[in-house]
């Protein structure tokens, strides 16, 4: 099992910055994987960005590519999503997730079998 808690959320203006933070405990070794996914009210989840543990390569979605950085601190085992020039339209629940599975491009949901309980991000225009 892998216990995932976000934190760093809130609320900022168009074009401020966010950190938001997934500290794991549990079983960490076995997930290879880790990402960060976000659900607006009325959409499906999606994946935001992730990163292959063992060699740190990082994958994004292209509505964020250039504005967010997804990295990793293994000695706290924390998991991080630095958030720039945010937009109204990156409003959402921001989840982390573990993935037991090599992926060498962005984390599906599907393949995610442990989540956080989430951290809410507004962008206000």
């Known amino acids: 099992q892998v216990q995932l808690v976000e934190s760093g959320g809130g609320s900022v203006q168009t074009g401020g910055s966010l950190t938001l933070s997934c500290a794991a405990s549990?079983?960490?070794?076995?997930?290879?994987?880790m990402g960060w996914f976000r659900q607006a009210p009325g959409k499906e989840r999606e994946g935001v960005a992730s990163?292959?543990?063992?060699?740190?390569?990082?994958y994004y979605a292209d509505s964020v590519k250039g504005r967010f950085t997804i990295s990793q601190d293994n000695a706290k085992r924390t998991l991080y999503l630095q958030m720039n020039s945010l937009k109204p339209e990156d409003t959402a629940m921001y989840y982390c997730?573990?993935?037991?599975?090599?992926?060498?491009?962005?984390?599906?949901?599907?393949?995610?079998?442990?989540w956080g309980q989430g951290t809410q991000v507004t962008v206000t225009s």
């Open positions: 997730a573990a993935s037991p599975f090599y992926s060498w491009q962005l984390l599906r949901v599907s393949e995610c079998s442990y």
């Open positions: 549990g079983n960490t070794a076995s997930s290879y994987c």
């Open positions: 990163i292959y543990v063992g060699t740190g390569a990082t």
